[in-house]
T-cell receptor
Framework: QKEVEQDPGPLSVPEGAIVSLNCTYS??????FMWYRQYSRKGPELLMY????GNKEDGRFTAQVDKSSKYISLFIRDSQPSDSATYLC????????????FGPGTSLSVIP | DSGVTQTPKHLITATGQRVTLRCSPR?????VYWYQQSLDQGLQFLIQ???????AKGNILERFSAQQFPDLHSELNLSSLELGDSALYFC???????????FGEGSWLTVV
């Protein structure tokens, strides 16, 4: 079982739709959870950074973590064409000695 | 702009050659990470340094090596290059793991 899994998509939605992006992980030691957005061949950009279970909202983006089921979600409200990118989830452990592992990413296309 | 600087942005070299990629982390960040992203592939963790010391190692080939210098900049050395080493190489930095990590724009290596 891979440490971090995401549906690769591509996911295509109309402009204005609510988008749900999901990620599962296998290691219960993960406590920090990050979502990144990557435009084609550009450096990943940090969108959300959360600790432990619960929800965190930032503008049109909401990150949701359910540690009991090892399931992470990113919701995008009122999606825009500029949201078209690949979304990567990255859980992390607590110590200074742990690598940050990225999921394979979900490709999203928002159609005007 | 994430504040992480990578040079060179593009590099074309022949098989068997050696190249050095350079990374300057964000001001104040002590931890540096290196990732490889091949065409249409996910981010593969290579290695992490914290304040000059190696902290975590991923699937880094023996032909590859890295170091972090006292001024906290880092270099990734790739030797005996093969066609399959063609990829985007990203550097990222964070203040203190497991804090959120911030990526540079990458160095695009093409081996011919």
């Amino acid at each position: 079982q891979k440490e971090v899994e995401q549906d690769p998509g591509p996911l295509s939605v109309p402009e204005g739709a609510i988008v749900s992006l999901n990620c599962t992980y296998s290691n219960s030691a993960f406590q920090y959870f990050m979502w990144y957005r990557q435009y084609s061949r550009k450096g990943p950009e940090l969108l959300m950074y959360t600790y432990s279970s619960g929800n965190k909202e930032d503008g049109r983006f909401t990150a949701q973590v359910d540690k009991s089921s090892k399931y992470i979600s990113l919701f995008i409200r009122d999606s825009q064409p500029s949201d078209s990118a690949t979304y990567l989830c990255a859980p992390s452990m607590k110590t200074s000695y742990d690598k940050v592992i990225f999921g394979p990413g979900t490709s999203l296309s928002v159609i005007p | 702009d994430s504040g992480v600087t990578q040079t060179p942005k593009h590099l074309i070299t022949a098989t068997g050659q050696r190249v050095t990629l350079r990374c300057s982390p964000r001001s104040g960040d002590l931890s540096v990470y290196w990732y490889q992203q091949s065409l249409d592939q996910g981010l593969q963790f290579l290695i992490q340094y914290y304040n000059g010391e190696e902290r975590a190692k991923g699937n880094i080939l023996e032909r590859f090596s890295a170091q972090q210098f006292p001024d906290l900049h880092s270099e990734l050395n790739l030797s005996s290059l093969e066609l399959g080493d063609s990829a985007l190489y990203f550097c990222a930095s964070s203040v203190d793991p497991p804090g959120a990590i911030y990526f540079g724009e990458g160095s695009w290596l093409t081996v011919v």
